[in-house]
């Protein structure tokens, strides 16, 4: 699935941290992605292991959940039996990503009109009236801009708490890789500079 990409690009529209957290020593985070559907199967998978790929690389232990409990991860268990699994499974930490809206908008672009001055070296009339403009025009066209709304939380397992919240926002991403490549950065570098990874 390829998105129409003109110019990309990726924001962090709001994020909170918990008052009472300092940096996080976190040592093995499960990453789950929480979009239904099956046309959203692919772009769950993309986001969790982008995301588990960039807090490797930060040197965190970390695993998504759909390679490990597959792609029903959690549904139909109590809120209690999903947290004793993940403590028995050795996490300490939970990752989500959940994608919130997805909003269409067209808008037009105006055409330009470009004149070139030539012929007024010609004598005769005709051809200077001919010539006088070369009138040159693009004429305009539509755009539709896709714009992804995302939203990811870091919950410590051990307290069962909300410790981070961020919303991202990406328009016209070039494909699911990108947008969750792009998303994945984005966090990572606010959880950074919020001090919690």
Same mark, same amino acid.
């Given at each position: ?9 990726t924001k ?6 918990d008052?009472?957290v ?5 040592k093995?985070?499960?990453v ?9 199967k ?15 690389e ?10 490990v409990?597959?792609?029903k991860?959690?549904?139909?268990? !109590?809120?209690?039996?999903? +947290?004793?699994?993940?403590?028995? @499974?050795?996490y300490?930490a939970? &990752?989500?990503?959940? /994608?919130l ?5 067209q ?21 200077y ?19 992804y709304?995302v ?6 397992i ?7 919240? !961020?919303?991202?926002?990406? +328009?016209?991403?070039?494909?699911? @890789?990108n947008?969750a490549?792009? &998303?994945?950065?984005? /966090? ?9 990874l």
């Amino acid at each position: 699935m390829i998105f129409a990409s003109a110019c990309t690009s990726t924001k962090i529209s709001s994020s909170w941290k918990d008052p009472g957290v300092s940096k996080t020593s976190f040592k093995n985070i499960v990453v789950v992605g929480i979009m239904e559907g099956k046309r959203k199967k692919s772009l769950r998978i993309s986001f969790e292991e982008h995301m588990v790929n960039d807090l490797k690389e930060a040197g965190i232990k970390a695993a998504s959940s759909s390679n490990v409990y597959g792609l029903k991860s959690f549904n139909g268990m !109590s809120e209690n039996d999903i +947290i004793q699994l993940l403590k028995k @499974d050795g996490y300490d930490a939970v &990752i989500t990503i959940a /994608l919130l809206d997805v909003t269409k908008e067209q808008s037009y672009v105006r055409g330009q009109v470009d004149f070139w001055p030539g012929g007024i070296y010609y004598s005769r009339f005709g051809r200077y009236y001919s010539y006088w403009y070369n009138r040159v025009y693009t004429p305009g066209y539509y755009v539709t801009n896709t714009t992804y709304l995302v939203e990811a939380n870091l919950f410590d397992i051990e307290r069962d708490k909300l410790i981070f919240s !961020s919303q991202t926002e990406t +328009i016209d991403p070039a494909s699911i @890789d990108n947008l969750a490549h792009r &998303i994945s950065r984005s /966090l990572f570098r606010s959880m950074q500079e919020k001090e919690i990874l």
